[in-house]
């Protein structure tokens, strides 16, 4: 039996109900909307709705987002439930008044009513993704950290031992400084100081052996987004892994509503003017601006031919970056589709 969490969300609070196949309540839960909160709603779920279940999340973007890509995460499937469906459902009910849990189940029931919503879920290859991206992420912020720590150590060992910025992750230097640092100073600091360049040293390693293997599946999952300009093996991951099968997207503007590209007027008395959007998946907006910027400094390129005809049109800079990311969002759509619908990279960009 295929069991349904409905989940009423809010700003501070998320509300669930599990409901089985006829609609009828089993269990309910409300939680913090935090990342513990989160955690723990999963946590409830398995215990109450074990076995194969769908959660239906009413579909409130700037509250709902955070809630989404922990349950995608976590390996769940996720409906988005129009506002609207949920009125409906809750109106033909016996239960009377209005509260979370009534709200929640209201949900849970026009998701069953409503079988063909678009289903968020993730692959075993694109989850795979996400899961490494995701841990390779963690390991370069805690390496930054102890970088950072790293380097006042030294400072208070000797001033004149200043290493380049942004070398600190080459394993040469890092082999040199813990040799220099043995050899001519003891103590407590010079204690730590080692330490830290062996810690270092160990997560350099683990996240170059994490961003081959990254690599590898990429290429398998997504071959031909690295034919994208500007779009790497990391960039190309992160895209699979936060996008969670493309087809449940109606088109690529949907699409690039939720990566926060589509343009948002900046201006009631103007049509031509658009800001940058601050909605929708940032991480998937952040692997976009990456490949932006890059194409940008790419002599030669369509998408740096786009870019400065934009500004020749008088845009700002972040005008024409927010056009240009707009239609980048059109081109990876295409390219996440199976091979008989995608059109080739290089045109839309200088459309």
Excluded at 18 to 44: M, P
Excluded at 257 to 281: F, K, Q, V
Excluded at 305 to 329: P, V, W
Aim: with cysteine.
């Amino acid at each position: 039996m295929v069991l349904t969490v409905g989940v009423d969300v809010h700003k501070d609070t998320h509300t669930a109900v599990v409901a089985d196949e006829l609609g009828r309540e089993l269990a309910k839960r409300t939680v913090s909307a935090t990342d513990t909160g989160h955690r723990a709603l999963v946590g409830w779920a398995a215990r109450h709705a074990a076995g194969e279940r769908t959660w239906a999340v009413e579909d409130c973007r700037h509250v709902s987002t955070r809630l989404e890509r922990a349950l995608l995460g976590a390996g769940e499937q996720v409906v988005r439930v129009p506002p609207k469906l949920m009125a409906g459902a809750r109106s033909s009910a016996r239960t009377r008044g209005k509260s979370d849990p009534i709200d929640a189940l209201a949900i849970a029931r026009a998701a069953l009513r409503e079988p063909d919503l678009p289903v968020a879920e993730h692959d075993q290859s694109s989850r795979e993704l996400k899961l490494l991206v995701d841990h390779r992420e963690d390991l370069v912020a805690e390496r930054t950290r102890m970088q950072n720590r790293l380097r006042w150590h030294l400072h208070e060992l000797d001033p004149g031992i200043d290493p380049p910025a942004r070398r600190l992750g080459e394993i040469g230097l890092l082999d040199a400084l813990a040799a220099r640092v043995a050899e001519q100073h003891s103590g407590m600091v010079a204690r730590l100081a080692g330490e830290l360049l062996a810690d270092i040293r160990e997560r350099t390693l683990r996240i170059r052996a994490l961003e081959r293997e990254i690599t590898t599946l990429t290429r398998q999952a997504a071959p031909r987004l690295l034919e994208l300009p500007g779009c790497g093996a990391l960039t190309a991951a992160k895209i699979v892994g936060e996008t969670a099968r493309p087809g449940r997207f109606r088109s690529e503007a949907c699409f690039a509503m939720h990566a926060g590209a589509a343009p948002i007027p900046a201006s009631s008395g103007r049509t031509d003017r658009h800001r940058l959007a601050r909605g929708g998946n940032r991480q998937l907006n952040v692997a976009l601006h990456r490949i932006a910027v890059t194409q940008t400094r790419l002599p030669n390129s369509l998408g740096q031919a786009y870019y400065q005809r934009r500004r020749a049109r008088g845009d700002t800079t972040m005008e024409a970056l927010r056009a240009l990311k707009r239609r980048l969002a059109r081109v990876v759509f295409n390219l996440l589709q199976p091979p008989t619908t995608t059109v080739p990279a290089s045109q839309p960009t200088a459309a």
